[in-house]
């Protein structure tokens, strides 16, 4: 059982890698200040946080300890991994918080790197040495780890190429192979359910059709659920249930209703046909988070969509008119399309009832890097408390004459839990997982 921990990391304007209470107190600047850091990952057991960071020249991922410190003399971070050529761009524990599991951009090959390393018997304070070993290549690259840590179940390449791969692989033993699933879908992160007895991805079958897959040890056959566009899935932390979105039409996008795959059932119901930007599931499994856009202008609903190709390789948003054509700069904007606001819901699974918790103005990392890869991320890195009580998000706020900021606040999701608190400046942060 792990021990007590919530807390909450977060970068701070500077770049800097802080942590701090979820009332605002015992803030710590846990990293050294010569490094700018990115979403930064709490092990599952609450002992370390992981992180992406770098100068201009080089980057690396590193590993820090939770202790209060004199922040005057902080004691260097365990470097996992160190490149002045193929940076790292994404850090995943396993659930045991013996191994991180990481991408590299390797520019070179055109591709990505997903390397794993052991984090067992080092630490920052004793200097000890890790090191990592390239387990698997492609681009794009999307994983999740099994529960008891021993195996991944990955996937690589996009659904038009000849090489894409979907298959389980021994991260400690990668040369070992397994045959390939499926031939790949229109889906980013596959994933598997916390019990072990089914996993989840898209493919594409002989006919050419997209279709939702559960399988497993458990499933005499396959589930299969048709789709359109691109799906986007997470499975529940705490029962074989399995969300995810996909438009109505047939448009390269995973932006639509939310809806629930029973996996021992097979039934699937609609919880909200509203357009779905992303979603989090709770820790306790009982609710869900979900984005939608709050300005429902015909611009913002038409024009603020995600890229795919942009999406799959570097992660962001275009602008577009309703011809297709992209927008001229010059054109005269109203306030309205002009500001980008989303509406984070609340919905009871069981019970069916949405709640609208706050309507805010979220910041570009939000917007341009996790938000595309959303169900990768929910993988890795919690948004909500590990009581299911509050949300932990990055909101831009009016600065000083007028300037506008970026906030961290935390937002109660229960009823009469008040209105969302900040605690402190910064652009991204994550709770942890206990």
Not at 28 to 57: C, H, K, M, N, Y
Not at 89 to 107: A, C, E, G, K, M
Not at 206 to 211: D, F, I, N, P, S
Request: net charge negative.
């Amino acid at each position: 059982m792990f021990r007590r921990v919530n807390r909450i990391a977060f970068v701070n304007p500077n770049g800097e890698l802080e942590t701090i209470s979820p009332d605002g107190t015992q803030r710590r600047r846990i990293a050294p200040g010569e490094l700018f850091f990115q979403f930064p990952a709490w092990s599952p057991d609450g002992q370390r946080v992981a992180a992406v960071g770098g100068t201009f020249d080089r980057a690396g991922v590193f590993v820090f300890e939770d202790v209060a410190n004199d922040t005057a003399r902080l004691d260097p971070p365990l470097a996992i991994y160190e490149s002045d050529r193929d940076a790292p761009v994404y850090v995943f524990w396993s659930p045991d918080s013996q191994h991180l599991s990481f991408i590299t951009n390797r520019v070179e090959e055109k591709s990505l790197g997903l390397h794993v390393a052991s984090v067992v018997g080092t630490s920052p304070a004793t200097h000890g040495e890790a090191t990592s070993r390239l387990v698997a290549t492609g681009r794009p690259c999307f994983w999740d780890w099994s529960a008891d840590g021993k195996r991944i179940l990955l996937h690589t390449g996009l659904a038009s190429e000849e090489d894409s791969q979907l298959k389980f692989i021994d991260p400690f033993n990668p040369a070992s192979g397994n045959a390939s699933l499926a031939r790949p879908g229109l889906f980013q992160a596959p994933g598997i359910a916390r019990s072990g007895r089914f996993w989840a991805f898209g493919q594409i079958n002989r006919a050419g059709e997209l279709q939702l897959v559960v399988d497993g040890r458990s499933t005499p056959k396959r589930m299969l659920v048709p789709h359109h566009g691109i799906a986007a899935m997470s499975w529940s932390p705490a029962h074989d249930q399995l969300a995810y979105i996909s438009p109505t039409e047939p448009v390269r996008t995973y932006y639509g209703p939310l809806r629930l795959l029973d996996a021992t059932t097979g039934k699937v119901r609609v919880l909200t046909d509203d357009i779905v930007l992303a979603f989090f599931w709770s820790p306790d499994g009982r609710h869900i988070a979900y984005f939608t856009i709050a300005n429902i202008a015909e611009y913002v609903q038409h024009n603020v969509l995600p890229n795919p190709d942009a999406a799959v390789h570097d992660g962001g948003f275009w602008n577009r008119d309703e011809a297709g054509q992209e927008r001229d700069p010059e054109q005269e904007e109203t306030e309205e399309e002009r500001t980008l606001r989303f509406n984070l819901w609340s919905v009871d699974i069981e019970q069916g009832e949405h709640r609208l918790i706050v309507t805010f103005e979220p910041v570009d990392t939000f917007v341009n890097h996790l938000l595309p890869f959303f169900d990768q991320y929910a993988l890795s890195h919690r948004i909500w408390s590990p009581d299911s009580d509050a949300i932990v998000l990055p909101m831009t706020s009016g600065g000083d004459e007028g300037n506008e900021r970026a906030d961290i606040y935390v937002v109660p999701m229960l009823r009469r839990g008040g209105p969302p608190r900040p605690i402190a400046e910064g652009t991204m942060a994550f709770w942890s997982q206990c």
